[in-house]
C-alpha cells in the first residue's frame, strides 16, 4: 500500500476543529499556500485533508519562520 492509501482524509471543519481555528481560516491558509497541496485532495469543490500531514507542515513552516527571525536578530545589538 502507498502512503496515499494508507491516509485517512478528513473534511475541513474536522481540521479547523483540531486545529482550533474557523473553516474560514483553514481555506485562507489553503489559498495562500500555507498548506499544501500534497496534504489534501480536491474532487470539485469538496476537500479532504490528511490532517497529520497538514500538522505535520504547519509546524516544520512555524518552525522555519522561528529560525528566520532569530537569524535575523542575530546580527542587531540590543
Known sequence: MTA???ATYV????VAQ???VKV?????????????????IK???TYRF???????ALTAASL???EEIEEVG?????
Open 4 to 6: 496515499l492509501e494508507n
Open 11 to 14: 473534511p475541513v471543519e474536522e
Open 18 to 20: 483540531q486545529l482550533s
Open 24 to 40: 474560514s481560516t483553514i481555506r485562507q491558509w489553503v489559498h495562500k499556500g500555507h498548506i499544501p497541496k500534497t496534504t489534501y
Open 43 to 45: 474532487v470539485g469543490h
Open 50 to 56: 490528511n490532517l497529520n500531514a497538514v500538522v505535520q
Open 64 to 66: 522555519a519562520e522561528l
Open 74 to 78: 542575530e546580527g542587531e545589538d540590543i
